[in-house]
């Protein structure tokens, strides 16, 4: 016999727990002896008539309430419905799903009887994430219960002819199993649950499945399980032609004990008596009743676990591959404990305690409107006449949910006056749809047919129906692109690489399967599209809507030219309406400031319902997508939409059962109305309007120039030529829209300054007061005084400290919260200290940032706005939108300028003036950036993996006149949901207070961009310059990454 212990040890290696093991060990031990698992009908007796729970006399008693834990079986992913989260995700009636019913009927319990009824979920590791999370943000009050959730152990799957344990060189994860809900047992015990519920007072526990709705804590059962002393109690239901198949009840002729016999345990010559219904009366519903304190009698009689029954199944290892190695899965069922205790009994319950969703026939049932919640539970909708209609639904086409769901994109049809409904053929179905008596419904062709509206009884025909024409969706077959896992910021790529056939489709599906999967309804809301107008956008936004329309997207929100800031999305997502066309999520078509032309970059990124970037979870989605993808759906014969004017497009289905919205809308309106509400235009306008005071903003022909117009030029009437570069180009007019000292040539040197931030002879030119500049997409920004550059990170700062000068933290009672990404200079974490602000230090990238505003709105949490964030790399903003704003920091300091001029007759308060005012209080962070772009990135991660390898080492070493008290690689811990964020960039912060940082990039199109960042505090010196208060701590910088020696220089590309 083969021996248990490769098993063992491949468990144990694991972290398998020894009740696992040991349960494990049962069944192989059974296996490997020979023992089929069958169960000979010659060894079993039908079971007798059982007390039936509608016949019973009892009186509910509510106080055993306080020892009763209802616990559900949550590990299932529905897998063999198309689903790859938990099946209790699904939505099943409107817009609730198994589990928020089941919540509600524990929440609804818990009320009505005063109890805290204890509630319990056996997930799996594939369910437990998503389960927790959905109940946290949902309903917290469940969701944060100490011992809410027990995990599901996994077993090896044996090799057919071995009997060792599989092996899978491609993906490990095929090599295990899960272990069939009998684990419910060593779950119990291996979690501890089993001893904590003793030690807490439980004595009963009810258990079913997640997705069985029916099964409900009943009060009646409770009570007549409780006066029977049973030890363990199994609900049946009556067996009728559908449920041949199931799993019967039976008594062991040996000694008269109850059994379950699954179907994997009837031998072939058995079958006939197996489906015999009138013979094997009763199935198991897996609605159970259990005394915890005799099952913790049982588990210790057998020394640590239950002696299940072994169900032996047939695989391959890789469940996708038919050729793969051939395995066997080993599994128990929890109902066939009912053999090991003495006393167990069973009982017939209504068939309202047994509705489960197995198949797509199910789901749709359910959906309609056949059925009725009460009391959160479905019911059979009295109209029906006590029998549901039976559901025949083209098995082929329609075993998958996603298929389901775009046969019903249109709405759940009425099938409370239908007795049978079959379905052959691909159709599409509406809620415009009556189906009465029986109906088959049948369609030869291989085109989705619409099913007629109004009331559809007998055969019905519709192969030669009309289609859909414009709106008809084609499947296409694509190939996989490797390299498609967006940044911080979404995908950038070479614009030869997205034009590569299907490449920009497989992104764009990807994103809308996980999108789709996070609960996001298509039909309802609207879809924003823009971007900053680069070289390419024209074609990916025509691509995005006929993509969308075959997706279920129904209005579209496009920006005017294809122009939309990324600001300006945001914004439109959060403000724009009417409610009912509310944005559900936004394709932002940008690379921000990487080049653009038919030889640069192109981008994309998607924005959620907030406005906020796209969280790693979804971005993570999305990238596991494309690894896998392997076709895209398109309607190729949607119009062309003209996207030079406004307007509204409305295309409609040749068969008349849809129509699509797609709106042009203004590029500029919705966010022009929103920094109106933000700052006093009147104050500003007086400032521009002053004889002494001169502006401009370089908006490097990106998305900013209408911006820019409108407001500078329509609202504060001022001339044109304060705008400078501020016609968008596809190609940024053969410049670098990243708004630094070293792109933003034309803006500096009007300014007078050099590269370095220097000033220069400008041989008497004028030179304005103040200047400014913008990225491509518009959501960074530069600040400039007459030949003085304000850093980013003393642009946070002075912008913090001045916060009340501006109506929108003034009205709301000032500023509360203050953030910056880890990299940028601490100068605004002085402010905070002075001010009593909250202040947080983040990871780079925006989304953090979006966290903490929403900390209160969207997870409860406390409430940090109005807010102000920043970071070096030029971006600064606050909790108006989601996105940095270029615009609004420009804004900021205008209106701060306007605040420090109110009085006219006085000489101008310059920016410099500003500036060093607020270094005299608050001392200088003395602080530089070095950009070494388009380096080799294997060498790069060699440098950072070499420093990253010697922090231990380098923490208490002397470099220069330095000591590096702490040597790490930042790690963030978000203080709203909980997740954390690894290797954020090496830091090295000094005993004195410097700190040198390194970064890679991970926003360039090619190549890898090396950061290293430089701060040194100066409490008093504060009119220094940079480079020269740097100098030294430079040299140190270089010395301790050895840049020369991984990458072969130390000139950087941009210094900043």
């Known amino acids: 016999m083969t021996s248990f212990e490769a098993c063992r040890k491949k468990m144990e290696d694991e972290g398998i727990a020894p009740s696992a093991i040991s349960a494990f060990e049962s069944a192989f031990t059974a296996l490997a002896s020979g023992d089929s698992g069958m169960i000979p009908e010659s060894t079993i007796t039908p079971v007798p008539e059982l007390d039936k729970a509608a016949e019973f006399d009892v009186t509910p008693d509510a106080s ?44 609804a319990m818990r009320k009505e009887h005063g109890f805290n009824v204890k509630f319990m979920l056996m997930n799996s590791f594939s369910t437990s994430e998503d389960t927790l999370a959905f109940l946290q943000e949902k309903y917290p009050s469940l969701g944060y219960e100490a011992g809410l959730e027990m995990l599901q152990n996994k077993v090896p799957k044996i090799d057919e002819k071995t009997l060792l344990p599989a092996t899978d060189k491609k993906n490990s994860a095929n090599e295990w199993c899960p272990p069939g809900h009998g684990d419910l047992y060593a779950a119990l015990v291996a979690s501890g649950s089993l001893d904590a519920l003793l030690k807490d007072g439980y004595k009963y526990m009810f258990v079913s499945n997640s997705d069985n709705l029916g099964a409900s804590l009943d009060m009646e059962i409770l009570t007549y399980f ?45 079958e006939d008596a197996f489906q015999d219904i009138t013979k094997h009366k009763f199935f198991n519903t897996n609605n159970l009743w259990i005394r915890l304190d005799k099952l913790k009698q049982v588990i210790d009689r057998n020394g640590g676990f239950i002696p299940l029954p072994m169900i032996k199944n047939k695989k391959t290892v890789d469940p996708k591959d038919d050729k793969s190695q051939k395995v066997i899965q080993l599994e128990t069922a929890m109902g066939a404990a009912i053999e090991c205790f003495d006393g167990a009994t069973a009982i017939v319950v209504p068939r309202t305690r047994f509705a489960p969703v197995k198949k797509c026939n199910d789901l749709l049932l359910l959906r309609s409107d056949a059925y009725l919640l009460v009391d959160n539970k479905p019911v059979l909708n009295p109209a029906c006449g006590g029998t549901a209609p039976v559901m025949a639904l083209d098995s082929k086409l329609y075993k998958l949910v996603g298929a389901l769901e ?102 764009v599906q990807s994103a809308f399967d996980s999108v789709k999967a996070t609960g996001t309804d298509f039909s309802s809301g609207s879809l924003v599209v823009g971007g900053d107008g680069r070289y390419y956008n024209p074609e990916a936004i025509q691509t995005i809507i006929k993509m969308g329309v075959a997706n279920g997207v129904k209005r579209f929100w496009i920006g005017q030219d294809g122009l939309l800031s990324t600001p300006a999305v945001s914004a439109i997502i959060r403000e724009r309406g009417p409610k009912w066309q ?43 997508g494309t690894t896998t993808i392997k076709t895209y759906k398109i309607c190729e014969s949607f119009p062309t939409i ?14 008349g059962s849809d129509e699509i919205s797609v709106e042009v809308i203004s590029s500029t309106d919705t966010h022009i109305a929103l920094l109106k509400s933000i700052f006093d235009f009147d104050q500003i306008k007086a400032l521009l309007d002053r004889p002494d005071f001169t502006m401009v903003y370089d908006t490097m022909h990106g998305v900013n120039g209408p911006y820019a117009k409108k407001v500078l030029v329509e609202e504060l009437g001022q001339s044109e030529d304060v705008c400078m570069n501020a016609i968008p180009k596809d190609d940024f007019n053969g410049g670098h829209a990243d708004p630094n000292l070293t792109y933003a040539k034309e803006l500096v040197k009007k300014m007078g300054l050099d590269r370095k931030g220097m000033k220069i002879d400008v041989g008497g030119a004028p030179i304005p007061d103040f200047g400014a500049a913008a990225d491509g997409d ?35 009672g000032g500023l509360k919260g203050v953030a910056r990404s880890m990299p940028t200079s601490g100068a605004v974490d002085l402010v905070a200290k002075d001010m009593n602000f909250s202040l947080f230090e983040t990871p780079t990238g925006w989304k953090y940032f979006g966290n903490l505003m929403d900390s209160k709105e969207v ?98 070493r002397t470099v220069g006149k330095y000591t590096i008290a702490k040597s790490d690689d930042f790690e963030y811990v978000d203080p709203v949901d909980g997740s954390v964020a690894k290797k954020q960039g090496i830091r090295f912060l000094m005993e004195d207070g410097s700190r040198v940082i390194f970064r890679l990039s991970g ?53 900043t």
């Open 226 to 270: 409780a006066q029977k002393e049973a030890p363990f109690m199994m609900e049946c239901c009556e067996r009728t032609a559908n449920d041949k198949k199931g799993g019967h009840l039976a008594l062991r002729n040996k000694d008269k004990q109850l059994i379950l016999r699954e179907s994997a345990m009837c031998a072939d010559e058995d």
């Open 582 to 624: 509310k944005a559900f999520g936004a394709f932002i078509l940008t690379a921000s400031h990487n080049p653009g032309g038919p030889d640069e970059d192109f981008g994309i990124k998607y924005n959620c319902e907030l406005g906020q970037p796209a969280p790693a979870s979804l971005t993570d989605a999305i990238y596991a």
């Open 859 to 956: 997870y409860g949490g406390s409430d940090f706005t109005p807010f102000i964030c920043g970071e070096e790399s030029f971006g600064t903003g606050s909790d108006h939108v989601r996105e940095k704003d270029g615009l609004w920091a420009v804004l900021a300091w205008l209106q701060i300028l306007a605040v420090k001029n109110l009085d006219p007759s006085k000489p101008l308060v310059t920016v410099e003036d500003i500036v060093t005012a607020h270094w005299a209080k608050y001392g200088r962070n003395y602080y530089s950036r070095y950009d070494f772009e388009g380096m080799d990135k294997p060498k790069c991660n060699a440098m950072m993996d070499k420093m990253r390898a010697d922090v231990e080492k380098n923490t208490g």
């Open 1003 to 1055: 926003t360039a199109g090619s190549g890898a961009t090396v950061r290293m960042y430089i701060e040194q505090y100066e409490p008093e010196k504060t009119d220094a310059v940079a480079a020269d208060a740097l100098a030294e701590l430079i040299r140190v910088a270089l010395d301790l990454c050895d840049i020369q020696g991984f990458l072969g220089t130390e000139e950087p590309t941009v210094i």
């Open 64 to 107: 055993l309430l306080s020892k009763t834990v209802m616990l559900k079986l949550n590990g299932g992913l529905g897998t063999g419905m198309g689903l790859d989260k938990a099946k209790s995700l699904l939505k099943v009636k409107g817009e609730d799903t198994f589990l928020d019913l089941t919540a509600k009927q524990v929440m």
């Open 778 to 812: 518009g959501d960074r920004n530069m600040i400039l005084g007459k030949q003085f550059f304000v850093s980013p990170s003393d642009s946070l700062a002075v912008i913090a400290a001045n916060a009340n000068d501006i109506p929108f933290f003034r009205s709301q």
């Open 642 to 655: 003209d996207v030079s004017k406004p307007g509204l497009t409305t295309v409609v289905a040749a068969d």
């Open 406 to 507: 775009a046969a019903t994109a249109g709405g759940i049809p009425s099938l409370v006056n239908c007795k049978k409904l079959t379905v052959k053929g691909p159709v599409r179905m509406s809620n415009k749809t009556k189906f009465v008596g029986e109906v088959k419904v049948s369609n030869t062709g291989s085109v989705a047919k619409y099913v007629p509206a109004g009331e559809v009884t007998g055969e019905v025909d519709i192969t030669d129906s009309v289609g859909m024409g414009p709106l008809e969706p084609t499947t296409v077959q694509t190939k996989i692109y490797e390299g498609q896992k967006p940044g911080t910021s979404g995908l950038r790529k070479k614009v030869k690489e997205f034009t590569k056939p299907h490449y920009l489709n497989n992104f």
